[in-house]
């Protein structure tokens, strides 16, 4: 059993940066996958970004060129750099990992992004 836990969200002005922060209870050395998604008030949840276990990234195209994912293996960390907000960048943003067939979800932390 792994725990994700998301901090970093805050209220911020369009133009803005933040950065996301994913602590896992476990080693994310082992994860096939970490990823970021975010859900909208009225949407679905989707994934914004992704980190392969060899390194590989994939995004968005909403946010291509504004986020990076990266992660810190020593600190079983797992980050969301967000550059150039804007006001549709406002969601929730979870979390998710993949250890083979398991998949852990953290419990989100709120983006708002004002214009």
């Known amino acids: 059993q792994v725990q994700l836990v998301e901090s970093g969200g805050s209220l911020v002005q369009a133009g803005g940066s933040l950065r996301l922060s994913c602590a896992a209870s476990g080693s994310i050395t082992g994860a096939d996958v970490m990823q970021w998604y975010r859900q909208a008030p009225g949407s679905q949840r989707l994934v914004v970004a992704s980190?392969?276990?060899?390194?590989?990234?994939n995004y968005a195209d909403s946010v291509k060129g504004r986020f990076t994912i990266s992660r810190d293996n020593a600190k079983n960390t797992v980050y969301l750099q967000m550059n150039s907000l804007k006001p549709e960048d406002t969601a929730v943003y979870y979390c998710?990992?993949?250890?083979?067939?398991?998949?852990?979800w953290g419990q989100g932390t709120q983006v708002t992004v004002s214009s």
């Open positions: 980190l392969s276990s060899s390194g590989n990234t």
């Open positions: 998710r990992g993949r250890w083979g067939v398991s998949v852990y």
